[in-house]
Structures are given as structure tokens and as C-alpha cells.
């Protein structure tokens, strides 16, 4: 059965890869709302541009006359939230856009949702969904073992994980208190095509290429759980079409690395691909850790596992594998999407 779809933040690095795997695996219609900032770019979105069934606007989702517009004018059935500023680092700089955004930009969307749904009928509201695509950094930081799972206590510690928590808790808040029909999911770092490169491994990529140094913060001892888009993607459609209203489900890639790990794997890739002379690892630099940075994430996903039989399918060396090559074959997209203020500095300095 096909829906019309709502996706915000539809032209970002999550958003462009979930409008490609609806377009794959299902007969929705899209439409791909997004502020259209830094990150959200058009060229991500590339071919799905073309095909009927995908609609762009360029708007805020704090706009709450254009998002009730586009809600009534299309008899949207169900809206993915990927709207968000998310990099740690600009949230150090200035988390005052983080607020805007991922706080009351999350707040009006659910606002304006809520109106919408109530004039629904009851059998068009029993069919509505809302997605919220949240982050495993809401939960704070983990010792050497354990993981989070959907009943970990919240303890962001940067400015962008506050900024998530407090959007979380704004739709669980709607939930409950006016029966708005919502999921949240938590996932750990994506990694794969089309991720603006101010994030770790499109970042490490670029500069191995072009012989740069390699900038790891502290000893690169912190550790990750890595997810590849597509199956992140994979998870929220699943989720919608089966997941239970109300509830948090916990996403994660099974593929725990250091940073230091996910360098080293980046650097033997370009050397192989591009036949470099001399290791990139020798590039490698150890610079003074991020503010606050969290020491590892894990992520128990049994829940989703379990209740809906979601499995990824990319495991870490394949996934690297791939995206590295995807990298190295786009080099146009990714000049495309740095000819603006982003020259791959550090962000996130203490002032």
C-alpha cells in the first residue's frame, strides 16, 4: 500500500539515502522538505530529483504555515523527521542554531503535526505515523563495556546531544499527553555516500587522498558504533511499516571501532586504491581532544532485532570498502558540496 510521505531534512546525508531506499523498496510518494544549509544539498538527492513519485520544497520546518500547508495539500500519512543540525563540533562553536533547529524547530513540527492529525478522520489518524530519527548521543558516554539500550538513562554532554534529548522528550511529551501518533529511533554514526565531509571518515578520506594531515583527536582511543546509511535506512522504514506507536527503538551497526581503527582501515583503502607510494598512516596527527567528548557508544539494537527482525547487512569492512570507492568516484560531488565556507578545518575549538 503506498503513502504519501513527508521527509525533512530530506536533501542531508541521512534524508537524500532514505528518499533513495523509499523509492527502492516501496510505491510512497515523497515529499522532501529541507532548509537546504551547509549540509543539505540538492546534488545528494541527484537522480530521485527526477522521478515523479519525489517533490522538493525548500523550507524550515519551524515554518508552520508552509508544513501545515504541505500536510493538508498532499494528505500526508506519514512524516520522517531527519531535520536536525548534528555535528558535535559546530555545536561547540554555536549551539545557538542547534537550539532553533533540533529544540523549537522539532517543537513547531509536532505542533503543527498535531493540528493536522486532529482533523484527520479516525481511521486516517489510527493509519498516521510520525518518525522521529533521533541519536545514541543523548544517552551520554559508556565505560569499556556495556551498551545503551532504549532504557539507558539521558545524559548528553555536548550541546548537540542536549539539543536531541530535548527534541526526544518533546515527542514523547506529545505522545502522551495528546495521543499524537509517534516513534523515535536512536541510532549510532552512520557512515556511506553523500555524508557532508566535516564528518570523521568522509573527512579522513579527502585528505588521504590529497596527502593532507591526518587530524585524530586525543590518542583516537574513543570508541564508535558504525552504521552504514542504507541499513539505517532500512531500520526506519521497517519501523514505520511495523514498529509499535509509542515506542523507542535503538539502531546500531554492530561494528564497535576506535577512531584510530577507522583511520587506519581509510588510509590502507586510498593507499591500495589510488597505489600510493608511502603509508598514510605516516600523515596521522594526534591533536588536543574535543571539549566534553564522550569516550565510547554502543548500541544494543536486540529490541529491534527481535521484535521486527531487522538485521544490517553491510559489516564494517565492506561497508568502508564501498564507501571509500563511492568517495573516490565522486570527487565532482564533493567539490560541489565544499566551494563554500567548509575547507575541511578543524571546528569545535575551545575559545
Not at 549551539?95 to 482533523?119: C, H, K, M, S
Amino acid at each position: 500500500m503506498s503513502s504519501t510521505v513527508l521527509v525533512t531534512g530530506g536533501a542531508g546525508f541521512i534524508g537524500s539515502s532514505l528518499v533513495r531506499n523509499l523509492l527502492d523498496t516501496t510505491q510512497d510518494t515523497m515529499i522532501v522538505l529541507d532548509k537546504l544549509t551547509y549540509a543539505g544539498n540538492l546534488d545528494s538527492l541527484g537522480r530521485s530529483l527526477d522521478d515523479p513519485r519525489v517533490s522538493f520544497v525548500e523550507g524550515d520546518i519551524g515554518d508552520q504555515a508552509l508544513v501545515s500547508d504541505l500536510l493538508q495539500s498532499n494528505q500526508v500519512k506519514q512524516i520522517y523527521n531527519l531535520a536536525a543540525e548534528s555535528h558535535v563540533d559546530r555545536s561547540i562553536d554555536g549551539p545557538a542554531a542547534f537550539i532553533d533547529t533540533n529544540v523549537v524547530g522539532t517543537f513547531r513540527l509536532i505542533e503543527t503535526t498535531l493540528q493536522y492529525w486532529r482533523n484527520l478522520s479516525a481511521t486516517q489518524q489510527q493509519l498516521f505515523r510520525f518518525l522521529h530519527i533521533s541519536t545514541d548521543e543523548v544517552y551520554g558516554s559508556l565505560g569499556a563495556k556495556g551498551a545503551f539500550t532504549e532504557e539507558s538513562q539521558y545524559q548528553p554532554n555536548s550541546p548537540y546531544a542536549a539539543s536531541k534529548a530535548a527534541s526526544d522528550h518533546f515527542v514523547r511529551a506529545f505522545h502522551h499527553t495528546y495521543g499524537l501518533p509517534v516513534l523515535t529511533t536512536n541510532c549510532s554514526n552512520n557512515y556511506g555516500p553523500y555524508q557532508f565531509p566535516e564528518k570523521l571518515i568522509p573527512l579522513m578520506i579527502m585528505k588521504a587522498v590529497n596527502h593532507l594531515p591526518l587530524p585524530v583527536y586525543g590518542d583516537g582511543s574513543n570508541v564508535r558504533d558504525w552504521l552504514h546509511v542504507d541499513d539505517h535506512c532500512s531500520a526506519l522504514i521497517t519501523i514505520m511499516q511495523s514498529g509499535q506507536i509509542g515506542e523507542v527503538y535503538n539502531i546500531g551497526g554492530q561494528s564497535e571501532r576506535t577512531n584510530l581503527e577507522v583511520v587506519h582501515a581509510i588510509c590502507d583503502l586510498v593507499d591500495q586504491r589510488l597505489q600510493h607510494h608511502s603509508s598514510s598512516r605516516e600523515s596521522i596527527t594526534y591533536v588536543t581532544d574535543r571539549p566534553g567528548h564522550d569516550q565510547r557508544y554502543a548500541i544494543d539494537c536486540s529490541k529491534l532485532t527481535n521484535t521486527l527482525n531487522w538485521h544490517p547487512k553491510h559489516d564494517f569492512e565492506s561497508g568502508m570498502s564501498a564507501t571509500v570507492d563511492w568517495y573516490l568516484n565522486n570527487q565532482v560531488w564533493l567539490e560541489r558540496v565544499t566551494n563554500g565556507s567548509y575547507r575541511g578545518q578543524r571546528l569545535g575549538e575551545e575559545k
